[in-house]
């Protein structure tokens, strides 16, 4: 899956994220953890900090991206806000869509 993953990413991915990671001091960007710090798990279980270079606005294809140097923790908690946010997107432009329908200015074909 890795390999798929990777085929959507510009070439020079690995340099961009090495990049974006000594811009930021090797430290998350939002939570101030340190590469390879040590820090208990809510379960008590201690784990390795690794952090990722994330595509400040999600746009993964860009050959040029804004970068966040985050740790695991906020790297999903960023994704997810964005997940959601656009969640709530697509559920506002389903209920245009329904007004626009009902209203008539809107015909749907089931062909």
């Known amino acids: 899956m890795l ?6 990413y510009p070439p020079n991915w690995p340099e961009l994220a090495q ?6 001091g090797w430290q998350c960007e939002h939570c101030g953890v340190k590469q390879h710090q040590i820090v208990i798990s809510r379960r008590g279980i201690p784990y390795f900090i690794y952090l990722h270079a994330a595509h400040k606005n999600h746009d993964r294809q860009n050959p040029d991206p804004e ?24 559920l506002e432009v389903l209920k245009h869509l329904r007004l626009l329908i009902e209203q008539g200015h809107v015909t749907v074909s089931m062909a």
């Open 67 to 90: 970068l966040l140097c985050l740790c695991i923790s906020c790297h999903a908690r960023l994704d997810y806000q964005y997940k959601q946010r656009e969640s709530r997107i697509r």
């Open 19 to 24: 990049a974006c990671k000594e811009r930021a």
């Open 3 to 8: 390999g798929t993953l990777r085929k959507i």
